[in-house]
T-cell receptor, first 113, second 111 residues
Framework: GDSVTQMEGPVTLSEEAFLTINCTYT??????LFWYVQYPGEGLQLLLK?????DKGSNKGFEATYRKETTSFHLEKGSVQVSDSAVYFC????????????FGKGNQVVVIP | NAGVTQTPKFRVLKTGQSMTLLCAQD?????MYWYRQDPGMGLRLIHY???????AKGEVPDGYNVSRLKKQNFLLGLESAAPSQTSVYFC??????????FGSGTQLSVL
């Protein structure tokens, strides 16, 4: 079935460092891709999305490009802040009458001052 | 702006007890979902609904039942709680399948 795979383990980095979180997907058809973020004690919220190949989603300084050739949707931010500490989830939906999202396992990001 | 509201926020049950988690949304969304979140497992879909009066099974439906009698409410029931159901439960709603709005979660412990 359709699924996403995120890199293993938490990510710890210093303030103003560059952040990359890898996400690859397996899907039949042409999925839409998403990044959701979960701040401590809260539910998930949509961070950005891309609906077709070569689209770039962006929000709050984060970016991710839909790469069909490598089946990837890596999340990047050039200069992280302490307030970016959260859990980040990659997700996809095929959109073919499938109104469900499949989530990756999530990556804990901790930004140290 | 209430959005998606879950009650209760915390609950401790003994094995075999039953309970119902309530989810309410005030955005007139057609789709509603129940997920569970476990360490290292991400979010897994339990049940979902595409409209009032309809429900469908997700990835991990066993041990749970749901009802959507009103468009704004989606109830998740545990008839006989087991320790394996200790988890954080999230409700979500959406218009289509792209942007989900999540509640703040219910932390359930089954002893």
């Amino acid at each position: 079935g359709d699924s996403v795979t995120q890199m293993e383990g938490p990510v710890t980095l210093s303030e103003e460092a560059f952040l990359t979180i890898n996400c690859t997907y397996t899907a039949t058809g042409y999925p839409s891709l998403f990044w959701y973020v979960q701040y401590p004690g809260e539910g998930l919220q949509l961070l950005l999305k891309a609906t077709k190949a070569d689209d770039k989603g962006s929000n709050k300084g984060f970016e991710a490009t839909y790469r069909k050739e490598t089946t990837s949707f890596h999340l990047e931010k050039g200069s992280v802040q302490v307030s970016d500490s959260a859990v980040y989830f990659c997700a996809l939906t095929t959109g073919r009458g499938n109104n469900r999202l499949a989530f990756g396992k999530g990556n804990q990001v901790v930004v140290i001052p | 702006n209430a959005g998606v509201t879950q009650t209760p926020k915390f609950r401790v049950l003994k094995t075999g007890q039953s309970m119902t988690l309530l989810c309410a949304q005030d955005m007139n969304h057609e789709y509603m979902y129940w997920y569970r979140q476990d360490p290292g497992m991400g979010l897994r879909l339990i049940h979902y609904s595409v409209g009032e009066g309809t429900t469908a099974k997700g990835e991990v439906p066993d041990g749970y039942n749901v009802s959507r009698l009103k468009k704004q409410n989606f109830l998740l029931g545990l008839e006989s709680a087991a320790p394996s159901q200790t988890s954080v439960y999230f409700c979500a709603s959406s218009v289509g399948s792209t942007k989900l709005f999540f509640g703040s979660g219910t932390q359930l412990s089954v002893l």
